[in-house]
């Protein structure tokens, strides 16, 4: 199956500062890979997500960029606030299956 | 979102024993089911991806004897944890994808069932 691959396992950032999250995925034929927010205890949020056939995406302080051809893709959080605080997850879809990566903690510092 | 919903939240069980965890799609119909498997601190494991009426499909070295999965309707999956060993005390999540989200890719997870096997 797909092997995704996600750097670093845990970020500080001072409040207000930006966070960048990366992931590396093994299958050209996955198409389609979102990011989850998991706070301690609770079950995984989807926070955005990107298509392979978009470069980039952005939500407000969030976004997604995509680089198909070297098969990496990155979450960008700007102004980073302390509820940003919490681990979040690439994951890749390989036909109907969703590979998760091993997860980054965020830790924003006020 | 939809709304995914997993029983029990905890269950403690002796070694030996069997253990069944619900994942009930609340308020969408479930054409497909995920289940995943997570250990502390660390990522969500593919166990097994259910349809609905057909025979789960389980990842490489996931035991399907040990772990029984079934999905008998569209608002339904159940993970079944047979002879339980402390080896298998873990968090267990499902998520489900409806019609819908097979063209959006969107996932919904429940809130996890924690295990403990003493």
């Known amino acids: 199956g797909e092997n995704v691959e996600q750097h670093p396992s845990t970020l500080s950032v001072q409040e207000g500062d930006s966070a960048v999250i990366k992931c590396t995925y093994s299958?050209?034929?996955?198409?389609?890979f979102p990011w989850y927010k998991q706070e301690l205890g609770k079950r995984p949020q989807l926070i955005i997500d990107?298509?392979?056939?978009?470069g980039e995406k952005k939500d407000q302080r969030i976004a997604v960029t995509l680089n198909k051809t070297a098969k990496h893709f990155s979450l960008h959080i700007t102004e980073t606030q302390p509820e940003d605080s919490a681990v979040y997850f690439c994951?890749?879809?390989?036909?109907?299956?969703?590979?998760f990566g091993s997860g980054t903690k965020l830790n924003v510092k006020p | 979102g939809a709304v995914v919903s997993q029983h029990p939240s905890w269950v403690i069980c002796k070694s030996g024993t069997s253990v069944k965890i619900e994942c009930r799609s609340l308020?969408?119909?479930?054409?497909?089911m995920f289940w995943y498997r997570q250990f502390p601190k660390q990522s969500l494991m593919l166990m097994a991806t259910?349809?609905?009426?057909?025979?789960?499909?389980?990842e490489q070295g996931v035991e399907k004897d040990k772990f029984l999965i079934n999905h008998a309707s569209l608002t339904l999956s159940t993970l079944t944890v047979t002879s339980a060993h402390p080896e298998d005390s873990s968090f267990y999540i499902c998520?489900?994808?409806?019609?819908?989200?097979?063209?959006?890719?969107?996932?919904?997870f429940g809130e996890g069932s924690r295990l403990t096997v003493l």
């Open positions: 998520s489900a994808r409806g019609l819908a989200g097979e063209v959006t890719g969107e996932l919904f």
């Open positions: 299958d050209s034929a996955s198409n389609y």
């Open positions: 990107i298509r392979s056939n978009v």
């Open positions: 994951a890749a879809r390989e036909f109907n299956k969703f590979y």
């Open positions: 308020d969408f119909q479930a054409t497909t």
């Open positions: 259910s349809n609905e009426g057909s025979k789960a499909t389980y």
